[in-house]
T-cell receptor
Framework: ETGVTQTPRHLVMGMTNKKSLKCEQH?????MYWYKQSAKKPLELMFV???????ENNSVPSRFSPECPNSSHLFLHLHTLQPEDSALYLC?????????????FGPGTRLLVL | AQTVTQSQPEMSVQEAETVTLSCTYD???????LFWYKQPPSRQMILVIR??????QNATENRFSVNFQKAAKSFSLKISDSQLGDAAMYFC?????????????????FGQGTILTVHP
């Protein structure tokens, strides 16, 4: 139990669906992250938020839309996804953005796009 | 751009034995941080150990230790007295030191991962 929860844990959606992934951290952290983990590829950073402000958008297609309403919650809104977007989506948080700070990860949402 | 390479897709070890996972990285920076993360089958990734590049002393955390060779840009993880619970995917990761005026926030760059199997 690392204090970062993600829902749902598994999601199957069609290419025309709209869904949202939710992440919540109970650690009092100020920074939150979305990562994509595809099979046989390194983790890819998607978005970074610090104090609810987006500080990094790592060339992610617009069909992925993040939202950070407060420092404890982070959402990833999905629409018109492609089959290649099927992956494990990991949320993480850290106290701040300093490099020495540990990132704490959630269990991930396993997404399958049909 | 920094890159992290884990050349061993899979490793195996007998319970109670020692295993070493390899990691190399490429960077032109002098100040940075290196991490080993563990991702068990439950998928929750956790930090195993961290090394500051400015420290010459190798980091240790109980049965986990690293061999940090800055000149060779190598950062291997040694697991001693392996236990069944050590079975997982292990990721090596690099992060710039943003306090030294590097990238804006210090992007965490991961390697491809090494799957460790522990045999009873």
């Amino acid at each position: 139990e690392t204090g970062v929860t993600q829902t749902p844990r598994h999601l199957v959606m069609g290419m025309t669906n709209k869904k949202s992934l939710k992440c919540e951290q109970h650690l009092g952290h100020n920074a939150m992250y979305w990562y994509k983990q595809s099979a046989k590829k390194p983790l890819e950073l998607m978005f970074v938020y610090s104090l609810e402000e987006r500080v990094e958008n790592n060339s992610v297609p617009s069909r992925f839309s993040p939202e950070c309403p407060n420092s404890s919650h982070l959402f990833l809104h999905l629409h018109t996804l492609q089959p290649e977007d099927s992956a494990l989506y990991l949320c993480a948080s850290s106290q701040g953005l300093h490099s020495q700070e540990t990132q704490y990860f959630g269990p991930g949402t396993r997404l399958l796009v049909l | 751009a920094q890159t992290v390479t884990q050349s061993q897709p899979e490793m195996s070890v007998q319970e109670a034995e020692t295993v070493t996972l390899s990691c190399t990285y490429d960077t032109s920076e002098s100040d940075y941080y290196l991490f080993w993360y563990k991702q068990p089958p439950s998928r929750q990734m956790i930090l195993v150990i961290r090394q500051e590049a400015y420290k010459q002393q190798n980091a240790t955390e109980n049965r986990f230790s690293v061999n940090f060779q800055k000149a060779a840009k190598s950062f291997s993880l040694k697991i001693s007295d392996s236990q069944l619970g050590d079975a997982a995917m292990y990721f090596c990761a690099y992060r710039s030191d943003n306090n030294a005026g590097g990238t804006s926030y210090g992007k965490l760059t991961f390697g491809q991962g090494t799957i460790l199997t522990v045999h009873p």
